[in-house]
């Protein structure tokens, strides 16, 4: 069920609609729009918030009953946490639990005036994209393997977003946002779909729908082409997997000059390997091809808003299993690069596929090439999972994806990638080592990739931390795609 929407600009007393949505500080303080409101309803939200039944706590919902008879048949008040706080985060918070809320109320058409609150230090339309961003990904349930389906009885249908903005340039912004969340919904189903059902063999039929369905051009390598190519590297990672190896090529043609390339690891289930991992929660390592979910989530969000750009996406598409076949520690195998590598932890799996694969781009003669991929534990314990983390061999590169990671309220952090650290890859067996010791763990298999990089700009995202929730919200966020996608619009515009 895909939402209707419309832009508008006005006050919410004169609406007529089956359910007002407002915002509501945490401090009892209340937006302009909502303040409007109040003052024509003889002060009734003021009462509620300081008698403490309406909360104003991020993400708190409440329901108010309209008078029989008056225009609005409900009024939804929405926590939006101190004013003082207020930035993206919070807002997506507020604006997903309010969708959640209205879409399990009556209503199916709401007057929505999220989208009008200024975030401090942003761009005056960024709430009101985000707030489409945050319904439509907000909506978003995993289902395909629960045989009990969620059934609605009064969906939400239409919704009006009100904005200062003027028509076009809000109904612009408006078609951005829901690109990104049919980018970011998609990059989340094949993070969720589970390893026997997602496997490199499914990944490429995923491609070739999307070159049926949305016009891309899709070319899938087989195990013999990528034999006669020598990528030796992505090829022994998947010699213990009875699941053939896939490298997907995805081409979206909008526009002339160099292509930016899109490379995801798409490791469709990571056991480890022979360097067997732990059993507590190996389950999550389903999501270990998220890179390349969000290289088809921004694959499908540039379709979808015609950029006028060339756009490549590469997602070598792999398992990782024990096997008396699989490589074991100390191996020794030949990139397509030329360069020999000592497999001293089969677990560092990740980069010798993607290694491969980003050779394999400098054939597009790309502008520039940014991987994404969930490549080191390391990563999580220095960012954590609220930053994706950022390496590069080109700075302006580095801060192009910074600032739309901050525009975008999908945020990255960068780290160094100095020579000294390199030096941690010295093996005395092989051109490289696959792993660099526990010390700065993101940073040595970032240097790792960037043995393979030295043609082109290029910037290594690692989502390890940020592609997934663990615990109770278990499931793929779809980042890197937001930040991904408003990089791509940034590129469009300035090229
Ligand atoms: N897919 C994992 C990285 C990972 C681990 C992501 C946990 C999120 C949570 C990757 O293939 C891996 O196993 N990396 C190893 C590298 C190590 C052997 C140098 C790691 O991080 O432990
Ligand atoms: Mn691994
Ligand atoms: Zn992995």
Redesign the pocket.
């Known amino acids: 069920m895909t939402i209707q929407y419309s832009t508008a600009s006005g006050v919410p007393q004169e609406q007529t609609t089956d359910c007002l949505v407002l915002g509501l500080f945490e401090d009892g303080d209340l937006p302009t729009a909502t303040r409007q409101f109040d003052d024509s309803i003889g002060g009734l939200l003021s009462r509620l918030a300081g008698s403490g039944d309406a909360s104003g706590k991020c993400g708190a919902t409440t329901l108010l009953p309209g008078e029989s008879g008056s225009a609005w048949q409900r009024c939804l008040l929405v926590g939006l946490g101190p004013r003082a706080e207020l930035d993206g985060e919070y807002l997506r918070e507020a604006a997903t639990a309010a969708a959640r809320h209205l879409n399990t109320s009556g209503a199916t058409h709401a007057a929505w005036f999220l989208s009008e609150i200024e975030i401090p230090e942003s761009e005056p339309e960024s709430a009101l994209r985000l707030c489409v961003e945050a319904i439509d990904a907000g909506l978003y349930r995993y289902e395909t393997t629960r045989s009990e389906k969620s059934r609605q009885i009064h969906p939400i249908e239409t919704v009006t977003l009100f904005s200062q903005l003027e028509a076009a340039a809000a109904e612009l912004v408006v078609r951005q946002g829901q690109a990104i969340a049919v980018g970011v919904n998609l990059a989340r189903e094949l993070g969720n779909l589970p390893g026997n059902l997602c496997t490199p063999s499914y990944l490429a039929d995923q491609a070739l729908r999307m070159e049926r369905e949305i016009g891309i051009k899709t070319s899938i390598l087989d195990e013999t082409e990528m034999e006669e190519l020598g990528m030796g590297a992505l090829l022994s990672v998947s010699r213990g997997s009875r699941q053939p190896a896939k490298l997907i090529v995805m081409h979206y043609a909008g526009g002339d000059g160099p292509p930016v390339v899109l490379v995801g690891k798409g ?1 469709t289930f ?1 056991a ?1 390997g022979i ?1 067997l ?1 732990p059993a507590a929660a190996m389950d ?2 389903k999501f ?1 091809m998220c890179g390349g979910a969000a290289v088809f989530g921004a694959m499908q969000a540039a379709v979808q808003l015609n950029l006028p750009i060339n756009l490549v996406g590469i997602v070598p598409s792999s398992e990782n299993l024990p096997d008396g076949d699989a490589n074991k520690p100390g191996d020794v195998v030949t990139s397509m690069a030329g360069k020999t590598i000592e497999v001293l ?1 089969t ?4 980069r010798l596929i993607l290694c491969d694969a980003l050779t394999y781009a400098a054939r597009f003669e790309p502008a520039v090439v940014i991987d994404m991929a ?5 990563c ?1 314990i220095a960012l954590g999972h609220h930053a994706t983390g950022l390496i590069g061999n080109d700075q302006p590169l580095a801060d192009a994806l910074l600032e739309a990671g901050q525009q975008s309220f999908d945020r990255a952090w960068q780290l160094p990638l100095w020579r000294q650290y390199r030096k941690q890859l010295d093996t005395n067996f092989a051109d490289m080592a696959n ?1 660099g010791g526990r010390e700065g ?1 993101a940073i040595t298999a970032a240097a790792f990739l960037g043995e393979f990089t030295s043609d082109y700009r290029w910037v290594h995202l690692d989502i ?1 931390g940020s592609a997934w929730l663990s615990g109770k919200e278990k499931g793929a966020t779809g980042r890197p795609v937001p930040l991904l996608v408003r990089y791509l619009l940034n590129y469009a515009a300035g090229q």
């Open positions: 490791l990571d480890g360097s991992k999550e390592m270990d932890n677990d560092a799996e990740g969930t490549l080191t534990g390391a999580v792993v763990g390890a």
